[in-house]
């Protein structure tokens, strides 16, 4: 059944769009950017000509590589004042480490330029090149202490073979890695792709449809029970999509917890919720209001409504999705859906993110 606030708006727009062709589309977009406060969007894609060159020659996917000019573009008819910059899936590991390590790095570089070329309009999250662990440190230090970059940028799943990994963001493999962010007191941007587990599961559907949100849900599952989130409380994770499928799954992840560890890792059914566990001494709760979540593609009265009945209003902040979205709609439809009243949308639409990001407010 659609929910007629995400869906008959969507079909009036489209339709206003067809009826008054360019111009109307042009002043609606002006009225939009005049009409928001201050848009900060923490979820905007840029693509690298080293990335695109990778992805072409080993034949992985289509995108639409947009320019940086094209990146401006949609964010002054959404009213953006500054985006922060990640790349896309499926991420950089083909098996080759060198080949990783260098990617990484020109993909970072490409970042750093733009947000030198576009002063006070990008921001970026530094990508790392796992599953190489002492390359990704390196890869931190030159991130922050060179680039100045804004946070790094994780992929839900690493690790594998090639593209697909087998490893989650909770993995034990991290800890070099999480101290050093622990120590920065760094912000963690993490973004879903393919899992080896289930890369084209179901014939015919795009993970973007049912995997990258259940991909998210592993990864904020990883981090909670094996003690990640809880170890190192200095790091600050931002998970897209409004935390995927997490609003479906809450009272599984609550409850389960109850009997994890106490079990061995075997689950029973019907566990009530823990007031805490040697994994979470606070409880699943505690952690999952201490991370971040990017509206993106959470933009109706589920997806942002439900989210905003498991965490503060603080911990949520807009995400666009560029170039796979319109940003400007991606605006239109969160105001529309009426979860949030003007004061709460100005919290999301820069408030909280100036607040975990203090650079952004002199920006």
């Known amino acids: 059944m659609e929910t007629p606030c995400l869906f008959s708006s969507r079909r009036q727009f489209l339709a206003g769009l067809a009826a008054g062709g360019a111009a109307t589309l042009l002043r609606d977009n002006r009225l939009l950017?005049?009409?928001?406060?201050r848009l900060i969007n923490v979820h905007h894609h840029l693509t690298a000509p080293a990335y695109v060159k990778f992805l072409t020659e080993n034949k992985v996917r289509e995108f639409p590589a947009k320019s940086a000019a094209e990146s401006i573009e949609d964010m002054d008819k959404a009213g953006v004042t500054i985006a922060l910059c990640s790349t896309i899936g499926p991420g950089i590991w083909m098996g080759k480490l060198e080949e990783t390590r260098r990617?990484?790095?020109?993909?970072?570089?490409?970042?750093?330029?733009?947000?030198?070329?576009y002063r006070g309009r990008f921001g970026m999250f530094t990508m790392l090149p796992l599953p190489d662990i002492d390359a990704s440190l390196k890869e931190i230090e030159y991130g922050f202490d060179k680039l100045r970059?804004?946070?790094?940028?994780?992929?839900?799943?690493?690790?594998?073979?090639?593209?697909?990994?087998?490893?989650?963001?909770?993995?034990?493999?991290?800890?070099?890695?999480?101290?050093?962010?622990?120590r920065r007191k760094a912000i963690v941007y993490t973004h879903p792709k393919d899992a080896a587990c289930c890369e084209g599961i179901i014939p015919g559907v795009g993970s973007g449809t049912i995997e990258y949100p259940m991909d998210t849900a592993r990864t904020i599952v990883s981090l909670l029970y094996s003690g990640t989130a809880a170890r190192y409380p200095e790091v600050r994770f931002i998970f897209s999509h409004g935390g995927g499928a997490l609003t479906g799954v809450i009272g599984r992840i609550a409850g389960a917890a109850a009997s994890y560890l106490q079990?061995?890792?075997?689950?029973?059914?019907g566990a009530p919720a823990p007031r805490s566990t040697?994994?979470?001494?606070?409880g699943p709760l505690y952690e999952l209001q201490k991370f971040y979540y990017d509206t993106s593609s959470a933009v109706n009265p589920v997806g942002v409504g439900g989210l905003r009945k498991i965490v503060p209003l603080s911990q949520i902040m807009f995400g666009g999705d560029f170039p796979f979205v319109v940003t400007a709609e991606q605006v239109m439809l969160l105001k529309e859906c009426k979860v949030f009243n003007d004061k709460e949308l100005k919290a999301i639409f820069s408030e909280n993110t100036e607040r975990l990001f203090p650079r952004l407010k002199k920006t």
């Open 278 to 282: 040697a994994a979470m001494p606070k």
């Open 263 to 269: 079990d061995g890792g075997t689950l029973r059914a």
């Open 33 to 37: 950017a005049q009409s928001v406060p």
């Open 103 to 117: 990617l990484a790095r020109e993909i970072n570089d490409y970042a750093a330029k733009v947000v030198s070329d």
């Open 149 to 182: 970059a804004d946070g790094v940028y994780m992929y839900t799943n690493w690790g594998g073979k090639a593209l697909y990994g087998d490893k989650y963001l909770g993995d034990a493999a991290l800890a070099p890695i999480y101290e050093e962010l622990n």
